[in-house]
């Protein structure tokens, strides 16, 4: 597949995914490596330090996944407090496969969705790296406000439609951070990606 942005013509090599697991709830309870008071001494959770003190002190030493939890299994929704705009939803566990040489590269990929485009981002390190440990294995940290909200957008939208849809990555490897971000920006603008959390120029992922 070529994309052409100007006088230059890009091309675009497909990855396929291997689902491992899907359906996957609750991710976030297995971050035990901070306590719930360690996460409050955090900038990111400054505003629930107080309210946690005078509210909730009887979770202030426990591991922070499984404070949370208990929080949510009681039906205390205070819980998403702690988590990302996409720390509570569904995911799944995938791996991919292609051409090794391509994944051990950089650059800028796409995700398609029967044949539509639905998110574009750049990676600065190798797409193997970013699709099998960041996206395709979501770390019990990520789901925190702290984390990587857009990690966990892309693998949950992924594992909503696996059920039905053929979904599949596309790469372009590149060198060039700028000219990364310039085939990006304009992947974006040309074919309005939905999952891009709106055309998210913002979004470097």
Request: aromatic share 14%; proline share 3%.
């Amino acid at each position: 597949m070529y994309i052409r942005i100007g006088d230059r013509e890009y091309t675009f090599h497909k990855i396929t995914i291997e689902v491992i697991e899907k359906d996957i709830e609750n991710p976030f309870k297995h971050f035990n490596k901070k306590t719930i008071r360690e996460i409050i001494d955090h900038r990111r959770y400054q505003s629930l330090k107080e309210h946690v003190q005078e509210y909730y002190p009887s979770i202030l030493d426990k591991p922070a996944g499984e404070a949370l939890f208990m929080l949510k299994e009681k039906g205390d929704n205070f819980y998403k407090q702690f988590l990302n705009n996409y720390g509570d939803l569904t995911y799944c566990q995938f791996v991919v496969k292609g051409n090794e040489s391509i994944l051990s590269k950089k650059g800028v990929y796409f995700i398609v969705m029967d044949n539509k485009l639905v998110f574009s981002g750049v990676c600065n390190n190798s797409f193997k790296l970013r699709f099998n440990q960041h996206i395709g294995n979501i770390s019990p940290k990520c789901y925190f406000k702290d984390g990587t909200a857009t990690h966990c957008h892309i693998n949950a939208r992924i594992n909503e439609n696996l059920p039905t849809a053929n979904i599949y990555f596309k790469v372009c490897p590149l060198e060039d951070v700028e000219e990364m971000k310039i085939l990006k920006n304009s992947i974006v603008d040309r074919f309005e990606p939905e999952w891009n959390l709106r055309y998210g120029r913002s979004f470097n992922y």
